[in-house]
T-cell receptor, first 115, second 115 residues
Framework: DVKVTQSSRYLVKRTGEKVFLECVQD?????MFWYRQDPGLGLRLIYF???????EKGDIPEGYSVSREKKERFSLILESASTNQTSMYLC??????????????FGPGTRLTVT | AQSVAQPEDQVNVAEGNPLTVKCTYS??????LFWYVQYPNRGLQFLLK??????LVKGSYGFEAEFNKSQTSFHLKKPSALVSDSALYFC?????????????FGAGTRLAVHP
């Protein structure tokens, strides 16, 4: 079974802190994604990566950056945390876009609170 | 632009009754459609998908979904609801020509099954 793990389930940070959220997948997937989930808004894509060192902005990249130095690891960085970044953050991975199973596999999520 | 609509914020159903969670979509070309479930404080779990073929798709935990191209819908159904089905359900779509397996998610529908 595909396993996607995230470094923390719950995190509390102060405004202005630099925050790192880590995600690791064990299925050698090319694609990895970071979403934030807010009530009534569903999942919104922050960034995704389709290969090592490759990244693309999603729908809401402002205030975030990402890093993918190894295929299995995708990090989300909040350069200077703000209270409006309090949210549930979900990481996902998937095989390439064509000829594979297509679905994304999700980690358990990190609930981040910025005070 | 691709989009997904889940018109109901919440669906209430009595245990043992059939349930339906609605989803409509808009996408260029042929759609790839997915349903995910999220239990409290957990990541998303894949339930089922439609890629091509039979319009009635069967998935995990006794769920099924019917693809209706003319109505651009992909409603999730189960013949007999269980209290343990209570969770948050997300519909997602991507176009067949879309790259990197990017998915667009609906806002989610909370299913409450009452004993």
């Amino acid at each position: 079974d595909v396993k996607v793990t995230q470094s923390s389930r719950y995190l509390v940070k102060r405004t202005g802190e630099k925050v790192f959220l880590e995600c690791v997948q064990d299925m050698d997937h090319e694609n990895m994604f970071w979403y934030r989930q807010d009530p009534g808004l569903g999942l919104r894509l922050i960034y995704f990566s389709y290969d090592v060192k490759m990244k693309e902005k999603g729908d809401i990249p402002e205030g975030y950056s990402v890093s993918r130095e190894k295929k299995e690891r995708f990090s989300l960085i909040l350069e200077s945390a703000s209270t409006n970044q309090t949210s549930m953050y979900l990481c996902a991975s998937s095989p390439p876009g064509q000829g594979y199973s297509y679905e994304q596999y999700f980690g358990p999520g990190t609930r981040l609170t910025v005070t | 632009a691709q989009s997904v609509a889940q018109p109901e914020d919440q669906v209430n159903v009595a245990e043992g009754n059939p349930l339906t969670v609605k989803c409509t979509y808009s996408v260029s070309g042929n759609p790839y459609l997915f349903w995910y479930v999220q239990y409290p404080n957990r990541g998303l779990q894949f339930l089922l998908k439609y890629i091509t073929g039979d319009n009635l798709v069967k998935g995990s935990y006794g769920f099924e979904a019917e693809f209706n191209k003319s109505q651009t819908s992909f409603h999730l159904k189960k013949p007999s609801a269980l209290v343990s089905d209570s969770a948050l359900y997300f519909c997602a779509v991507r176009g067949a020509s879309g790259g990197y397996n990017k998915l667009i998610f609906g806002a989610g529908t909370r299913l409450a099954v009452h004993p």
